[in-house]
């Protein structure tokens, strides 16, 4: 049974940082497609970006380019999101989740990026980052 659980959320004041974390247990492969979402109330969950542990290959949306960074620490099965210069519109739960598999593969004739919540099998329950003016 996979499981994963975030932490490091909490109340920050715009320009702040936060740096969360999510460990992986239960047994998937080593190498794997892992992601980090977000979802504010009223909206869907939206994507922030993935890593794949296999190699280290990282991908952020862009309105996290820059202030957003995913790293890994394979040693201890945990996945990280650092979050400099935060501001209100960060405000939202954070999760993290897991698929078997790269995060990019060809499918068809088109070579696909897994951004999508419905592209990972696996997820963490959410750790709430609030960002005040």
């Known amino acids: 049974q996979v499981h994963l659980v975030e932490s490091g959320g909490g109340s920050v004041q715009a320009g702040g940082s936060l740096r969360l974390s999510c460990v992986v247990s239960?047994?998937?492969?080593?190498?794997?497609?892992m992601g980090w979402f977000r979802q504010a109330p009223g909206k869907e969950r939206e994507g922030v970006g993935t890593i794949y542990t296999g190699s280290g290959w990282t991908s952020v949306v862009d309105s996290v380019k820059g202030r957003f960074s995913i790293s890994q620490d394979n040693a201890n099965d945990t996945l990280y999101l650092q979050m400099n210069s935060l501001k209100p519109e960060d405000t939202a739960m954070y999760y993290c989740?897991?698929?078997?598999?790269?995060?990019?593969?060809?499918?068809?004739?088109?070579?696909?990026?897994?951004?999508?919540?419905?592209?990972?099998?696996?997820w963490g329950q959410g750790t709430q980052v609030t960002v005040s003016s």
């Open positions: 989740a897991a698929d078997s598999g790269p995060c990019t593969y060809w499918r068809g004739r088109d070579y696909y990026s897994r951004r999508l919540a419905a592209d990972f099998s696996y």
């Open positions: 239960g047994g998937m492969h080593s190498s794997r497609c």
